[in-house]
């Protein structure tokens, strides 16, 4: 799940399983404009929290689920010698399910080490999904079961906004894939694993609803026989989020994502190839050998709460198609999408936004719930 773990998401989802206790000690209304806010709920929160999931992603369908998530220590509780929030350490367990069959159980620790010097990211999981995938516009079910790990730890360069570090996957897949298809034969079990590299450069004023800065990743990840893998092949990532204040109430913010992959031989796994991202495209939609995408957002502030939101997306996917014909890149097609939302300001102290995004392709429509930004990069 793309957006899992975002800290205060998961603070304002269960805000509502408070005990009785905290809700006669806690307000949960701000006592400058008496609105709905969540901010001493947030800043007191602690220990072990059920959270409820809400899934919208029209690839698999509408569900839910819960997770229990575990706070190390209190928000903005602790800082560096420097002055810098030293964000909370996370761990969670989860089960979730979607309406197509789709469904997942898996944990997660997000933690952040030596006064924010060094962040780690760990999953694990065992999923169960149903999902499409196109050879050209023909539509074939895929059901991916099996096992993920996945281990990350980055390192801060000095006191500077620059991370540098290392990844690790490892994914045993049983995939299967529409009877009758003409990729039916790709039915098989296999042990996917990779190591990586990972750069990032975060300038942004707040990583849950920012309104300035800039957050830059680049990764790249060697699949080989070497370490485990049945696919040998590279794969390679980039993505800059920039979020600009034009004036004090409109900003207009961008997200550019870059992906390839290279080195593999004839046919790879299809759930391997890189796909299009965009809000109102469903995943794995549109994939190629090469992605690219450009998605721009222009909201504008109403009084001290409100934001109305507009955005719209452009993206092409090219090269190898893997299931069907080569593409360059002009005869590859243009995928747009766009839509319309709104956010309200649920956390005033931490900058929270939450909201909903409606969003439409030529293909499809799409309603998403919004806890922060919509973008999260990776």
Same mark, same amino acid.
């Given at each position: 799940?793309?957006?899992?773990? +975002?800290?205060?998401?998961?603070?304002?989802?269960?805000?509502? /399983?408070?005990?009785?206790?905290?809700?006669?000690?806690?307000?949960?209304?701000?006592?400058?404009?008496?609105?709905?806010?969540?901010s001493e709920?947030?800043?007191q929160?602690?220990?072990?929290?059920?959270?409820?999931?809400?899934?919208?992603?029209?690839?698999?369908?509408? !569900?839910? $689920?819960?997770?229990?998530?575990?706070? @190390?220590?209190k928000?903005?509780?602790?800082?560096?010698?420097?002055?810098?929030?030293?964000?909370?350490?996370?761990?969670?367990? =989860?089960?979730?399910?979607?309406?197509?069959?789709?469904?997942?159980?898996? !944990?997660? @620790?997000?933690?952040?080490?030596?006064?924010?010097?060094?962040?780690?990211?760990?999953?694990?999981?065992?999923?169960d999904?149903?999902?499409?995938?196109?050879?050209?516009?023909?539509?074939?079910?895929?059901?991916?079961?099996?096992f993920?790990?996945?281990?990350?730890?980055?390192?801060?360069?000095?006191?500077?906004?620059?991370?540098?570090?290392?990844?690790? #996957?490892?994914?045993?897949?049983?995939?299967?894939?529409?009877l009758?298809?003409?990729?039916?034969? #790709?039915?098989?079990?296999?042990?996917?694993?990779?190591? $990586?590299?990972?750069?990032?450069?975060?300038?942004?004023?707040?990583? #849950?609803?920012?309104?300035? $800065?800039?957050?830059?990743?680049? +990764?790249?990840?060697?699949f080989?026989e070497?370490?485990?893998?049945?696919?040998? /092949?590279?794969?390679?990532?980039?993505?800059? =989020?920039?979020?600009?204040p034009?004036?004090?109430?409109?900003?207009?913010?961008?997200?550019?994502?870059?992906?390839k992959?290279?080195?593999?031989?004839?046919?790879?796994?299809?759930?391997?190839?890189?796909?299009?991202?965009?809000?109102?495209?469903?995943?794995?939609?549109?994939? $190629?050998?090469?992605?690219?995408?450009?998605?721009?957002?222009?909201?504008?502030?109403?009084?001290?709460?409100?934001?109305?939101?507009?955005?719209?997306?452009?993206?092409?996917?090219?090269?190898?198609?893997? =299931?069907?014909?080569?593409?360059?890149?002009?005869?590859?097609?243009?995928?747009?999408?766009?839509?319309?939302? /709104?956010?309200? #300001?649920?956390?005033? +102290?931490?900058?929270?936004?939450?909201?909903?995004?409606?969003?439409?392709?030529r293909e499809? +429509?799409?309603?998403?719930?919004?806890?922060?930004?919509?973008?999260n990069?990776?």
């Amino acid at each position: 799940m793309k957006n899992s773990f +975002k800290l205060l998401t998961l603070l304002l989802c269960v805000s509502l /399983f408070g005990s009785a206790n905290e809700r006669e000690t806690i307000s949960y209304f701000d006592k400058e404009d008496s609105m709905l806010d969540l901010s001493e709920y947030i800043s007191q929160a602690y220990g072990f929290i059920p959270l409820p999931i809400i899934i919208t992603e029209p690839s698999i369908g509408y !569900g839910g $689920g819960l997770a229990l998530v575990y706070l @190390h220590d209190k928000i903005a509780s602790r800082r560096s010698k420097t002055g810098r929030v030293l964000p909370s350490s996370i761990s969670a367990v =989860l089960y979730a399910t979607t309406e197509n069959g789709t469904r997942a159980t898996g !944990g997660a @620790h997000i933690g952040y080490w030596q006064e924010d010097t060094i962040r780690t990211t760990t999953y694990i999981g065992s999923p169960d999904i149903f999902i499409n995938i196109y050879n050209k516009n023909s539509a074939i079910e895929m059901n991916l079961q099996g096992f993920f790990f996945y281990q990350n730890a980055r390192f801060r360069i000095a006191e500077s906004n620059f991370f540098v570090g290392a990844s690790y #996957l490892y994914l045993g897949v049983d995939s299967k894939f529409e009877l009758g298809s003409t990729i039916e034969d #790709l039915s098989s079990q296999s042990s996917v694993s990779a190591l $990586g590299a990972i750069a990032t450069y975060d300038s942004r004023d707040n990583s #849950l609803s920012p309104n300035r $800065g800039i957050l830059v990743n680049a +990764k790249a990840q060697m699949f080989d026989e070497a370490i485990g893998s049945d696919f040998s /092949f590279q794969s390679y990532k980039a993505e800059i =989020l920039s979020y600009n204040p034009i004036t004090p109430k409109i900003n207009l913010d961008l997200n550019l994502i870059a992906q390839k992959i290279t080195g593999y031989e004839e046919r790879i796994a299809p759930y391997l190839v890189p796909y299009i991202s965009m809000r109102g495209i469903p995943v794995m939609r549109y994939q $190629g050998e090469t992605t690219l995408s450009i998605e721009s957002q222009l909201s504008y502030q109403f009084g001290k709460r409100f934001r109305g939101v507009a955005f719209a997306g452009a993206a092409k996917a090219f090269g190898d198609q893997i =299931l069907s014909e080569t593409l360059s890149f002009s005869d590859a097609k243009s995928i747009y999408s766009g839509g319309l939302g /709104f956010r309200y #300001l649920i956390a005033k +102290k931490y900058g929270l936004r939450i909201g909903i995004d409606l969003a439409k392709s030529r293909e499809d +429509k799409a309603i998403y719930i919004q806890f922060g930004t919509a973008w999260n990069g990776f």
